[in-house]
């Protein structure tokens, strides 16, 4: 019996690659940056000669089962990238398949917000919990609903695209060809244009988010950090948007639970009090108090990749080796 599979995490600046055993231990990792790759074709030429390589050294390829690749835009149903609106790659990629026919083995790719969410059930803060909702917040903004401990996918493989859901009318222009969608305003090009929008509307006012060459989301919080008004009203204004759209998903769904994650949820309290408070203003009063909403604890890049290991031990076995 195989009992090694190789979980895949591939995020806009860097894909890394681990081998996992059946128990969740990890047992080698490695790297490489995405951005290097252009073109998808030498992407998977190198992300399968580096699976075989890590492989190699830690016990072999042919203990390897399969493997499960966390990818934004990922489509579970089709093993597909699917127009994604912040990759290098446009248009439609069936990586699982390509990889597939570079490894000879089974390929199980997923969107990267249902991938995180399933890390989060098997080994994080959704442990023991059968129902509910990841919101992950960095280049963009995904969500994933956990429905009696399995993700809701959908008709199509598109389940918890949340952050493609309109909340302003004819808002901020969205990198998906939307206007007004949540991810405009709450990842991370969105708080930096907030942050812009703030400066405007108080241009008399100093501000600490002046000093930096490159503003980015935790710039912005370590200004909080040192009480910079400016930006302390940044991340209410996030907050404030963000705990109106998790007061409807709470609404639709009744979770146990909605856990932030990704490198925005590092502001902490600066984002999460007023996520909290505007939650609490607008959620339907019958759940008030009920549904928690938590900052995930746990080491992103080891969740991302262990979760992309428990969707490849999903997926029935194919070998070319046999």
Known sequence: MKDRVVGVDISLNQTTIAVVDVRGNIIAKTSFCTEDYPNVSNFITTLAERIVQLSEDNGGFLQIRSVGISAPSGNFKTGCIENSPNMPWKGVIPMAAMLRDRLGIAVALGND???????????????????????????????????????????????????????????????????????????????????????????????????????????????????????????????????????SIAASFDPQAIILTGGVSKAGKWLLDPVKESFDEHVFRNIKGKVKIIASSLDSRERDVLGASALAWEVEEYSLFK
Do not use: W
């Not at 919080?221 to 302390?232: F, H, S, T, Y």
């Open 113 to 247: 917000s249902h991938v995180m969410a399933l890390g989060e059930y098997v080994y994080g803060s959704a442990h023991g919990m059968r129902d509910f909702v990841l919101v992950t917040l960095g280049h963009g903004l995904g969500s994933a609903f956990f429905n009696r401990g399995k993700v809701i996918l959908g008709a199509h493989g598109f389940g918890g695209e949340f952050g493609h859901s309109c909340i302003i009318d004819n808002g901020r222009q969205c990198n998906c060809g939307l206007k007004g969608c949540l991810e405009a305003y709450c990842a991370e090009k969105g708080i930096i244009q907030t942050a812009r929008e703030v400066m405007e509307e108080f241009k008399e006012e100093t501000t600490l988010m002046t000093v930096y060459d490159k503003l980015t989301p935790k710039c912005i919080a370590e200004c909080c950090n040192k009480g910079d008004r400016l930006a302390i009203e940044t991340f209410r204004r996030t907050g404030h948007i963000l705990g109106i759209a998790m007061a």
